[in-house]
């Protein structure tokens, strides 16, 4: 699975696409839109008329950088990411210390191995490059790879077709800057600097990154074709004819192919995706990027400092608070518990204060509890209602005892049944009631008699 | 870009400053939650006060009606007895007085009425409990009178607050 990364001018709206070319450049003014990135040619530019505040974006053809599949023993990314440096190392016909370099999807794998695409080139070669930019009047914010940049803009202008493993091969017609891409599915397996015209190197290269060893399969490989001499159908033709004896497959040829490579280089900077490549990097970086860097890093470190003061001003201010919090707490418990006694509470506090009061108090209320008890429900009403009940209910009172804590009522009733309006009146529960049978009256003995709370 | 030297120094001051942060941001977590119980024992405290302060206030405020009374003296038993009975005797009778706060004192009336009619009876308590301050009954005792008609022999026990 190719990782996908920001592009390098993320940040910018706008920019060009430089490709520069013998016969003179070609460019794309680049626009990113809702949909993606609008890209319109600029016929006949003039590079010096693009302006000072011009983002352009300029790319290392596949003669001045390389591009190779390393594999680390690591499954841990990390731990594989300090090692590739060492793998390219190896690879390299020049030391690393002379290169700048950058690693591209760098990958897992099922076998517990890391993979990553390197992208290499020469120190002098980037500064040569920049150099013909700079004679062109272009001072390119980023430098992407040709070779990939190519495979990316074509995987998206043509996405692969069902078959996700079939051979893909791009071939990028530039006069002496051609360039063969070769790859499976999305994957990209190299980048080739081709030869004009050379079909024999086409099929040689074929033959050891696809690795078909019983020879081709019909339609595994689909053919794409884009630069500018893509342009000329006879050519393409010609070279499509040869190469098809020995690896049939569909033919493609991308649209306004002349400024394909200009258009990939700003679509890729513009827009997330993946094998994103910027190799004007370190000493080589542009100006612009290094002030955001620069920007990037005092806004990280601000806020680390920002952060560093708040969490130092913090911890004062939520002590503060919660000492202020128990100040108010304890100066309106002391408020409180002052207007409740007659005297200065002292230094006592909490549950020392609290009982404090709570004598003092407990003194107080025991001689108010007159003034309380004469607003209680008087026994009066009781007792009216005592006897009103008996009248309603033919109840013959013998004794009625009414008092604050106890009641007691006794006498006798027509009827079994006839208890419960006073009980409920007397506010108390049927066990309380005891009936004897009935004498020779006919009237039945009951007596209540129950504590009652105050 | 960490070798702008400006960039160096935010990065150190902000890292020193984290550090300090972090190590008071540890001592402070710790203060709070020992403030947290204080303040959660305190407010506990202050809730128990105003349940005491509801409490007291009620015992005040039956106080301070009683003392915002024009007349603090209650109608005398005698005068009741003598509007609602009559001539008829008083079978017994005590008082007794109990001092409060203030000059006030708990006045307790028993009496024994024999043979009264019921209706006189309610007259009486209800007359006693109208007045400012008011008579209370606190106890009575009511048997039915062996002849019926609606008299009974009453046992009566009244209280009122004096403010002398």
């Known amino acids: 699975m190719t990782q996908t990364g920001k592009g390098y001018l993320q940040w910018a709206g706008t920019c060009y696409g430089v490709d520069l070319q013998d016969d003179g450049a070609r460019v794309v003014s680049a626009a990113r839109s809702r949909s993606g990135v609008r890209c319109t040619e600029v016929r006949d530019a003039r590079l010096s008329r693009l302006g000072d505040g011009a983002v352009c974006v300029g790319g290392l053809s596949a003669r001045e950088s390389l591009v190779r599949w390393l594999e680390a023993p690591y499954s841990a990314i990390d731990k594989a990411e300090r090692v590739l440096p060492t793998l390219l190392d190896i690879q390299l016909p020049f030391p690393l210390e002379d290169c700048v370099f950058s690693f591209l999807d760098v990958i897992r794998t099922p076998e517990g191995t890391t993979r990553a695409l390197a992208v290499a080139a020469r120190k002098s070669d980037v500064e040569r490059k920049l150099r013909l930019f700079g004679d062109h009047g272009v001072d390119p914010v980023v430098l992407d790879q040709e070779g990939v940049a190519l495979w990316s803009q074509s995987i998206e202008e043509r996405p692969p077709g069902g078959n996700s493993s079939a051979g893909r091969v791009l071939i990028h017609l530039s006069g002496a800057r051609s360039v063969l891409v070769v790859g499976r599915g999305t994957g990209i397996l190299g980048v080739h600097a081709l030869r004009a015209g050379d079909t024999g190197q086409v099929i040689r290269m074929l033959h050891a990154q696809l690795g078909v060893r019983d020879g081709p399969t019909p339609g595994e490989v689909e053919w794409f074709w884009s630069g500018p001499g893509a342009e000329d159908g006879v050519a393409v033709s010609e070279m499509q004819e040869r190469l098809q004896k020995e690896w049939p497959g569909r033919s493609y040829v991308h649209e306004a192919p002349e400024y394909f490579l200009a258009r990939a280089l700003a679509t890729r900077a513009l827009r997330t995706g993946p094998l994103r490549c910027n190799l004007r990097g370190g000493e080589f970086t542009h100006e612009s990027m290094a002030r955001r860097a620069r920007g990037r890093a005092r806004a990280a470190a601000a806020v680390v400092l920002a952060s560093g003061l708040l969490l130092c001003a913090a911890s004062p201010s939520a002590r503060l608070i919660s000492g202020r919090k128990i100040d108010a707490a304890n100066t309106v418990f002391k408020t409180t518990a002052e207007s409740l006694i007659s005297g200065p509470l002292g230094p006592a506090k909490g549950e020392d204060a609290l009982r404090i009061v709570r004598s003092e108090l407990a003194g107080e209320t025991d001689s108010l509890e007159p003034f309380v008890a004469a607003f209680e429900p008087s026994l009066s009403d009781l007792l009216l209602a005592v006897m009103e009940t008996g009248k309603d209910n033919d109840l013959r009172y013998e004794v009625v005892s009414l008092g604050r804590d106890r009641i007691e009522v006794r006498g006798t009733s027509s009827d079994w049944n006839s208890f419960s309006e006073l009980l409920s009146v007397l506010g108390v529960s049927e066990k309380h009631l005891r009936r004897k049978d009935a004498g020779a009256d006919e009237r039945i003995p009951f007596s209540i008699v129950a504590d009652r709370g105050r | ?164």
């Open chain 2, 1 to 164: 870009m960490k070798d702008d030297p400006t960039i160096r120094l935010m990065w150190i001051c902000g890292g020193v400053l984290l550090a300090i942060g972090a190590v008071l941001c540890m001592s402070t977590l710790d203060s709070l939650r020992a403030d947290g119980a204080t303040l959660r024992a305190r407010l506990s405290e202050l809730e128990e006060l105003r349940g005491m302060e509801r409490h007291a206030s009620r015992y005040r405020g039956a106080y301070r009606k009683f003392d915002g009374l024009s007349a603090r003296r209650p109608v005398a038993m005698a005068t009741l007895l003598k509007k609602h009975m009559g001539g008829q005797p008083v079978e017994d009778s005590r008082s007794t007085r109990q001092s409060l706060v203030r000059g006030w004192t708990v006045r307790r009336q028993e009496m024994a009425l024999g043979e009264v009619s019921m209706d006189k009876v309610m007259a009486l308590v209800h007359d006693a409990e109208s007045g400012r301050p008011p008579w209370r009954l606190t106890r009575c005792i009511v048997r039915a009178s062996p002849g019926g008609g609606g008299k009974a022999k009453v046992d009566l026990v009244f209280e009122a607050l004096d403010g002398e």
